[in-house]
Nanobody, 125 residues
Framework: QVQLVESGGDSVQAGGSLRLSCAAS????????MGWFRQAPGKKREEVAT???????TYADDVKGRFTISRDNAKNTLYLQMSSLKSEDTAVYYC???????????????????WGQGTQVTVSS
């Protein structure tokens, strides 16, 4: 079955960097769109970045230029490199897999049906 396991979350100072990883198993990783999402306390879950099976990535406006999503298909691993972190980046970060190779439009119902357990990122100012 599909398994997604995030790691790399930590507590950092504002302006710092972190790299999150998501180890995938149970399916042909290279064939599917993957995404990073986050949920801060009291807020709705939001899409952070996606990368399709062909290497095309998208970013939420508030992380553009600071975060980079990438994938290593040989290692079945998804990454999120985060830099210039801000206190508002504090959240639980989740990786997720969609049903196809191309990534869906943000907010599409029933998109990304597979999720990891999440990893906590805390940014202190």
């Amino acid at each position: 079955q599909v398994q997604l396991v995030e790691s790399g979350g930590d507590s950092v100072q504002a302006g710092g960097s972190l790299r999150l990883s998501c180890a995938a198993s149970g399916y042909p990783f290279s064939m599917f769109c993957m995404g990073w999402f986050r949920q801060a306390p009291g807020k709705k879950r939001e899409e952070v970045a996606t990368i399709d099976a062909y290497g095309t990535s998208t970013y939420a406006d508030d992380v553009k230029g600071r975060f980079t999503i990438s994938r290593d298909n040989a290692k079945n691993t998804l990454y999120l490199q985060m830099s210039s972190l801000k206190s508002e980046d504090t959240a639980v970060y989740y990786c997720a897999r969609d049903l196809g190779g191309y990534c869906p439009q943000p907010g599409l119902h029933n998109a990304f049906p597979y999720w990891g357990q999440g990893t906590q990122v805390t940014v202190s100012s």
